[in-house]
């Protein structure tokens, strides 16, 4: 079993930045790569970033040169730094943990951009 706690979620202007961060407990020894989603209203969910055991990452187009994923594993913990914030970015970000064959997610961090 896997746990996530997503944090760090809000309210900013276009333009703006915002970090958030997955604290990851349970059996983290068991986790293959970690993941950042969101959900738009009336959206599917889509991938944002994932970052492998190994560190390495990828990222939609939508968010690439403007988001970062990375991972603290002293921390048990992933971020992803969104800057040059846009309205399209509003969404429910959720934390994923692949545990082959399943994934974990976390409850999920409302992020608001207003134009």
């Known amino acids: 079993q896997v746990q996530l706690e997503e944090s760090g979620g809000g309210l900013v202007q276009a333009g703006g930045s915002l970090r958030l961060s997955c604290a990851i407990s349970?059996?983290?020894?068991?986790?293959?790569?970690m993941g950042w989603y969101r959900q738009a209203p009336g959206k599917q969910r889509e991938l944002v970033a994932t970052i492998t055991k190994i560190g390495t990452p990828t990222y939609a187009d939508s968010v690439k040169g403007r988001f970062t994923i990375s991972r603290d594993n002293a921390k048990n913990t992933v971020y992803l730094q969104m800057n040059s914030l846009k309205a399209e970015d509003t969404a429910v970000y959720y934390c994923n943990a692949r545990v082959v064959p399943t994934a974990y997610w976390g409850q999920g961090t409302q992020v608001t951009v207003s134009s």
């Open positions: 349970g059996s983290i020894f068991s986790i293959n790569a």
